[in-house]
């Protein structure tokens, strides 16, 4: 697995050692020779899990990364958006490069599955809803076309090669352990630690996923013969607009905190992706898969985690 540091590979690593599967996570190198997303983990599964470490943009170590898998999952990449803006050539490289490496090295060492990790993004704002695979793609960032260029990839690995990928497609998934640069856990830490909870624009809806359900599709994408060659949506099917999400937050914790817009936080006026809301008929028709942890249950969830875990120092480091 790639970007098992991460904080969906980092739970996705947790379900698969707990079903009993052999997980070989390849992470960063780093001079500490630490895997700060796996160190959250319970010692029992941390001590199962065997760490390779090296970058995504070196091909001879995905390869190495590769050889006797049966399954990749690549989950690797450059995820802020506003970070996006400011080092394009960065994401592009690792988000689109570091997919065709592991492409490459799956293709070379006959992997037998090739989950590849898109996101929401790629669709822009929506142009029906919901949205379903076929929905047209447009970039509305240079986040959004490096994932659109990976996953255009790996479809013509597909084409080209025979090769058994299978896209997943999630759209905002949350839960324990995300960054709070991530909207929710900055919604939260906000409003537990601060009398203002400050964000970007509050009208935007979004289609959020608890990561558990998230972690679910990757299974099944993962062992579902139906998905090989395919975009699969995994979400919740549900709009919310930020600034309900807030309210709700606000609700849930009894926090008195005032949400309010600060400029510095919005995204340019073109690139904001106005709605999102999946339609996810293909994974429950065709790999039985659906969402189980309704948005307040997942925002409980958080809320304890996030009370539990982060220095309200921190909570006003933080925006998305």
Not at 104 to 125: D, K, M, P
Not at 145 to 152: F, H, L
Request: charged share 20%; glycine share 8%; hydrophobic share 40%.
């Amino acid at each position: 697995m790639t970007g098992a540091t991460g904080f969906i590979g980092g739970h996705l690593v947790e379900r698969l050692v707990r079903e009993g599967a052999r997980v070989r996570a390849f992470v960063r190198y780093n001079s500490q020779r630490t895997a700060d997303g796996l160190d959250p983990l319970a010692p029992d599964v941390r001590g199962d899990v065997e760490v390779v470490r090296g970058t995504i943009l070196e091909p001879e170590a995905v390869a190495a990364a590769c050889r006797g898998a049966e399954c990749v999952f690549h989950l690797a990449a450059v995820v802020p958006i506003p970070y996006s803006y400011h080092r394009p050539r960065e994401v592009l490289e690792t988000n689109a490069v570091g997919t065709l490496n592991v492409l490459n090295a799956a293709r070379q060492h006959g992997v037998a599955r090739v989950v590849v990790t898109s996101t929401s993004e790629v669709y822009g704002t929506a142009r029906y809803v919901p949205i379903d695979e076929q929905h047209p793609l447009q970039a509305q960032s240079p986040y959004a076309a490096s994932k659109i260029a990976s996953d255009k990839l790996a479809e013509s690995y597909h084409l080209s090669y025979d090769l058994p990928v299978a896209i997943i497609r999630p759209f905002n998934t949350y839960g324990p352990r995300q960054s709070l640069r991530a909207v929710i856990p900055t919604i939260i830490a906000q409003a537990l630690f601060r009398e203002v909870v400050a964000l970007g624009d509050l009208t935007p809806t979004r289609d959020f996923l608890f990561v558990e359900d998230t972690v679910s599709g990757f299974l099944c994408v993962g062992e579902s013969a139906e998905a090989v060659g395919r975009v699969v949506n995994v979400g919740s099917g549900q709009e919310i607009a930020i600034g309900d999400v807030a309210q709700t937050v606000l609700a849930l914790t009894g926090s008195r905190a005032r949400v309010v817009r600060e400029d510095v936080r919005v995204r340019p006026g073109a690139s904001e992706v106005r709605r999102l809301c999946a339609d996810t008929r293909l994974a429950r028709e065709r790999l039985g898969w659906a969402p189980r942890i309704a948005l307040q249950e997942g925002l409980r969830r958080t809320i304890d985690w996030v009370a539990a875990s982060v220095d309200p120092r921190k909570a006003v480091l933080y925006h998305y």
